[in-house]
């Protein structure tokens, strides 16, 4: 297995946990109130830097207790990882024309942070999965 291969197993287990957490988290102040009354900005911020800082200790980790070919990247794995990221990407974009429409019909600002941060956990868990894919059973012949 590639170290890029091991980085996006590492994102899909991270971002899904995290996020899984943070809702928890959110979903569990709210009872019995609204939603978007719950403050929601903590514990989004930690989320945010929990799922960084687990993604580079857990990579590293993974790294270095399976250290076979850290850092050789050849032209299979740039061509994997581009598509993947670009995959991601869509996601992300229509995440963030989600937030926009939001925005616009100015809905509460706990929606459009929720859907922006979703939005970002959705693309890395579907760009880390493509990669996956991608690895496994090759890349799509169009």
Known sequence: ????????????????????IY????????SGIPLTTVDYVPAM?????????????LTILWSFFTPRDTGKKDTRDREIGRFGEYTGHWVLIVGAAA??????AQAEYFWIANVLYLGFVL???VGSIVKIVA????????
């Open 23 to 30: 809702a928890a988290v959110v979903l569990s102040q709210a």
């Open 99 to 104: 937030a926009l429409f939001l925005a616009m």
């Open 45 to 57: 911020l930690w989320a945010i830097g929990g799922s960084i800082l687990a993604s580079i200790v």
């Open 123 to 125: 693309s890395a868990i």
């Open 135 to 142: 690895y496994r059973r090759g890349m799509p012949t169009w």
């Open 1 to 20: 297995m590639s170290s890029e291969e091991r980085s996006s197993w590492v994102m899909v287990v991270v971002a899904t946990v995290v996020y899984v």
